[in-house]
């Protein structure tokens, strides 16, 4: 039945609405928690369930609305997947929170999750690299020496440029900061020859792509969403994690939505009329709601097909594709070695390595590189070469990676703009488009491409259609 639904008898009735929920329970994927009765139509349906997707369900089934909850895969986390390696739950994708991230700390503190520090966090070990093939080792002391000068000139514009982070439109780009790239800005600075080859690591790691491609004005954004203080900074992005893993968290979400969830639905194509959105799957099951909220990643909204079809610019971007491209790899390492931590150039396989795990005869190191043709994190003496760059008697014993440019559904790792992606299309990226709201980290106001970001922009979409649907009620 719901193979032959075609647009007009789609448009033409509602009782079309019913194919829906019937073809979906055929396929037994269902872990109901509240079956679509009536004439079959949901409030909301939510496309994705990454951190992005399970808020928005979860906010917007708690505000009464009937709401099913579609996802591609057969897990929830997207971007964010825990992993069992050497005894440890590793997160393969988004790993680390702060307290400077207001979305994903009221979360955790709302749930009682409770965190943990990377080993590294105490490192008594620094290798960095000012130069091409150039290993230097030393104390924290003496790598801060160098690189704390370097990221103030770096992050300097930041404070006039992003006065308030929520709002990065609210000043104009008057000096044209989001079309220059990261590369770009470092080459200007009045710091040292060494001083730009280790920002040029660092923010290439910030990007997760090399410094060409992405906006220097979306990189002064994590100062500026710190409090402009660099190692408030640093505790936001690489100190803490959930016990557990994000998985820990994401749970305790989905465990509170009342959402219906169907997992191994990728949805292929949207059609939408003036009061509903239709989603169709690859296996051709349909289901109709009042409202959508896609929360899929930017990279993948221009793999579906829409009907009739959405901004171009929305569309451009995500086949554009954000930044983040690289590589993150955790290596097991046989026996005690120092805590380090390790920043190497962009062009290494790796260019940050620390120690994330001291356990009692061997550590774990976690490793990030700027792109996949620097390392294949599949092939063992690689990846032993690229962890003896920083550490050279170490042996490495097994390890771990995720390859999430691969993905249909992800299509990339975290969100970087390129230049002139702010300043001309954000606004249109965060835009509905009817019926069809769109949540993710990689649209987000604030800590956008963080899991914050993707807590931010799902309860803002079942904030939206909800006061919507209520309009409509009382219209
Ligand atoms: C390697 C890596 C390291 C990271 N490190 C950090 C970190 O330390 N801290 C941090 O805060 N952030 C980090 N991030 C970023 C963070 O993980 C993401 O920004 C955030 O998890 C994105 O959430 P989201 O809900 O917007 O998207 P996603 O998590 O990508 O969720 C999208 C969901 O939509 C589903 N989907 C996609 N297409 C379809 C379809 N057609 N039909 C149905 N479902 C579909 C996907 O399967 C997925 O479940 C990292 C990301 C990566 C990849």
């Not at 369900?57 to 997207?78: D, I, P, T």
């Not at 640093?234 to 820990?248: A, C, H, Q, V, Y």
């Not at 579906?304 to 954000?322: C, D, F, G, L, V």
Request: aromatic share 10%; hydrophobic share 40%.
């Amino acid at each position: 039945m719901t193979n032959t639904l075609n647009r007009r008898a789609f448009l033409k009735s509602s009782s079309a609405m019913v194919a829906g929920g019937v073809a979906a329970g055929t396929l037994g994927f269902s872990s109901s928690a509240q079956s679509a009765e009536d004439d079959g139509t949901y409030d909301v349906i939510v496309v994705g369930s990454g951190f992005a997707g399970v808020t928005a369900a979860r906010n917007a089934s708690q505000a009464g609305l009937k709401v099913l909850h579609l996802e591609a895969s057969s897990r929830l986390g997207g971007r964010c997947f825990t992993s069992h390696f050497a005894g440890h739950d590793i997160d393969l994708g988004g790993t680390w929170i702060g307290w400077g991230q207001p979305h994903v700390w009221a979360e955790k503190m709302r749930y009682q999750i409770p965190i943990t520090e990377s080993a590294a966090f105490s490192a008594s070990q620094y290798v960095w690299y000012p130069e091409p093939g150039h290993r230097r080792g030393g104390s924290p002391d003496d790598y801060w020496k160098v690189m704390y000068e370097a990221n103030e000139a770096y992050f300097a514009p930041a404070r006039e440029a992003l006065p308030r982070p929520y709002s990065p439109l609210f000043v104009p780009d008057d000096k044209g900061l989001d079309r220059l790239t990261a590369k770009e800005a470092i080459e200007q600075l009045d710091v040292s020859a060494e001083q730009k080859v280790l920002l040029n690591g660092f923010a290439a790691i910030n990007g997760h792509s090399p410094t060409d491609t992405s906006s220097y004005l979306d990189q002064l954004r994590w100062i500026a969403l710190a409090g402009f203080n660099q190692f408030f900074m640093w505790d936001n992005l690489g100190r803490f994690r959930f016990e557990g893993g994000t998985k820990s968290l994401l749970t305790k979400m989905h465990e509170d939505s009342k959402a219906e969830f169907k997992t191994g639905q990728p949805v292929k194509s949207v059609e939408q009329t003036d009061d509903h959105v239709q989603v169709t799957t690859v296996r051709n099951e349909t289901y109709v709601g009042r409202k959508l909220i896609l929360a899929v990643p930017l990279n993948v909204i221009s793999t579906i097909e829409y009907t009739p079809a959405i901004s171009n610019t929305k569309m451009e971007i995500s086949r554009q594709r954000h930044t983040g491209s690289g590589v993150k790899l955790y290596a097991r390492i046989k026996g005690k070695h120092p805590l380090m931590f390790g920043h190497g150039t962009q062009d290494m396989p790796l260019t940050f390595v620390w120690t994330e795990y001291d356990d009692e005869d061997s550590q774990i190191l976690v490793g990030f590189g700027a792109s996949p043709e620097l390392l294949d994190t599949t092939d063992a003496v690689a990846v032993q070469e690229a962890v003896n760059q920083y550490l050279p008697d170490a042996e490495v014993i097994d390890f771990v990676s995720y390859d999430w440019n691969v993905d249909p559904y992800s299509l990339g790792t975290w969100c970087m703009y390129r230049p002139g992606w702010l300043t001309e299309s954000f606004e249109e990226l965060q835009q509905a488009e009817g019926n069809i709201h769109f949540a993710t980290a990689d649209i987000a106001s604030g800590w956008r491409g963080f899991i914050d970001g993707a807590i931010e922009s799902g309860a803002l979409a079942a904030e939206q259609v909800a006061e919507l649907l209520k309009e409509g009620a009382s219209a």
